[in-house]
């Protein structure tokens, strides 16, 4: 199974930019969709990003549509999460994902889990 290790969590002030990253150990992961999931404190995870397996179509959830940017380098095998603008209602566990298919991802057919980035968003 491939390993997925997070990186560019941190506590940020509402209005500011933050970076995710996400590395794959894998090249497996090339044919697959991949994308982000978060979850706040008592809340159940959703999604938030996906991008397709050759990085050329994204979709997101609405309430970071215009915000963040989620992108790919297919030859690194990562994935990256942009976070413009961020609100205190951003704040959660982001958690990296691997899907069965190579476009679109939900909960239900994700493969692999990373162990998830904290972002803390103070307003």
């Known amino acids: 199974q491939v390993q997925l290790v997070e990186s560019g969590g941190g506590l940020v002030q509402a209005g500011d930019s933050l970076r995710l990253s996400c590395a794959a150990s894998?090249?497996?992961?090339?044919?697959?969709?991949m994308g982000w999931f978060r979850q706040a404190p008592g809340k159940e995870r959703e999604f938030v990003a996906a991008?397709?397996?050759?990085?050329?179509?994204?979709n997101y959830a609405n309430s970071v549509a215009g915000r963040f940017t989620i992108g790919r380098d297919t030859v690194k095998n990562t994935i990256f999460l942009q976070m413009n603008s961020l609100e205190p209602e951003d704040t959660a566990v982001y958690f990296c994902a691997v899907s069965r298919h190579s476009a679109g991802i939900n909960s239900n057919i994700v493969t692999s889990w990373g162990k998830g980035t904290l972002v803390t968003v103070s307003s």
């Open positions: 991008i397709d397996w050759r990085g050329s179509r994204t």
């Open positions: 894998s090249r497996t992961v090339s044919n697959n969709a």
